[in-house]
């Protein structure tokens, strides 16, 4: 028996079978992914292979459903687990792109987590959407700020929306873009995704939290990631949105260093000018990047936020701002 993966509450997975059914299943007990030191060897999104435990004794009644096997992804969104440096936590597995909800104030997403998350969705060629909420809350000086976050992305590369989960601006324009597809929707705690999926997903209900004043950080709401349907009316569904738990920090995983350059669109492009084919941008002779940076053309925030990603080849950091 064959399905998805729609709900991780940590020690029990939700999947829908692909005849319709959904069933609560148990990871058998060695089961472990190859090569991926992972906090969640299964993520939603994955396709697993399930066997089934009968009924033994009086009074048991259901049989066990266990995941045995874990198909080949083809790709995932993985971040540094935040409590064990060696180890990754794969947000989902499996998508056709992700929604990155991000908030100029309250909370206020910084660029760094931004560029993080984006360079690590470049690595698994995971195209991203970036949604500036709460639109609606902004004064004037606030407004111009979101307006240059949105040239600076926009030029790079990366579609911006400017949007009101609150009141509704800007949503309807989201709709199409998600027909069809399996959409990962990730940000800090706080920026409105639990109520930005009750605006695009008539019934869902989830619950919701006010920003603390005192810090203008968000509070959990979402405990556990979840697959959650688009097109109910259809069976099996041909749209998801996967909602995650909100996210303080994103600690890069796994990247090599001569890698990272290919993962900032605009660093790449510069590159290939570069005096020296193992440049590393940072104080090299000839340096096409560095000259793109002092000539404007490459943000300032954009490469301090490569030169943080360099310099967490040493494992034992764990930067909680970003």
Not at 38 to 56: E, F, I, K, M, Y
Not at 65 to 86: F, G, H, M, P, T
Not at 207 to 224: L, P, Y
Not at 242 to 253: A, N, R, S
Request: glycine fraction near 6%; charged fraction near 25%; proline fraction near 4%.
């Amino acid at each position: 028996m064959k399905g998805l993966v729609v709900k991780n509450t940590g020690s029990w997975y939700t999947v829908r079978t692909d005849d319709g059914q959904l069933l609560d299943c148990k990871i058998k007990g060695n089961f472990r992914l190859k090569g991926i030191r992972s906090t969640n060897p299964v993520a939603v999104g994955d396709r697993v292979s399930l066997s089934l435990t009968l009924p033994q004794g009086e009074g048991t009644t259901a049989a066990t459903a266990w995941i045995v096997d874990v198909e080949d992804r083809r790709n995932y969104i993985i971040r540094k687990s935040q409590n064990l440096s060696k180890q990754s936590h794969i947000l989902a597995a499996n998508v056709d792109q992700a929604f990155l909800v991000v908030t100029v104030n309250r909370p206020q997403t910084s660029t760094t987590f931004i560029d993080r998350f984006l360079a690590s969705a470049e690595a698994y060629r995971v195209p991203v959407h970036l949604l500036f909420n709460k639109t609606d809350l902004l004064d004037g000086d606030e407004k111009r700020y979101q307006e240059a976050m949105v040239r600076l992305y926009d030029t790079v590369g990366y579609p911006c929306h400017q949007v009101s989960a609150r009141t509704g601006e800007g949503l309807e324009a989201l709709k199409p873009l998600m027909e069809g597809k399996i959409t990962l929707l990730s940000g800090n705690s706080g920026v409105g995704k639990s109520t930005l999926i009750n605006q695009l997903v008539p019934g869902a209900q989830l619950r919701t939290a006010e920003i603390s004043d005192a810090h203008n950080t968000g509070m959990h709401t979402t405990t556990f990631s979840e697959m959650i349907p688009l097109t109910s009316h259809l069976s099996p569904p041909t749209s998801y949105l996967i909602d995650t738990p909100g996210i303080k920090g994103f600690g890069t995983f796994d990247m090599e260093r001569e890698e990272l350059t290919s993962y900032f669109k605009e660093i790449f492009h510069f590159s290939k000018d570069c005096r020296f084919s193992n440049c590393t941008h940072t104080h090299e002779p000839g340096c096409a990047v560095l000259q793109a940076l002092e000539d404007h053309y490459i943000a300032e925030s954009r490469y301090q936020s490569y030169l943080s990603m360099l310099e967490d080849k040493d494992e034992s950091k764990y930067r909680e701002a970003y």
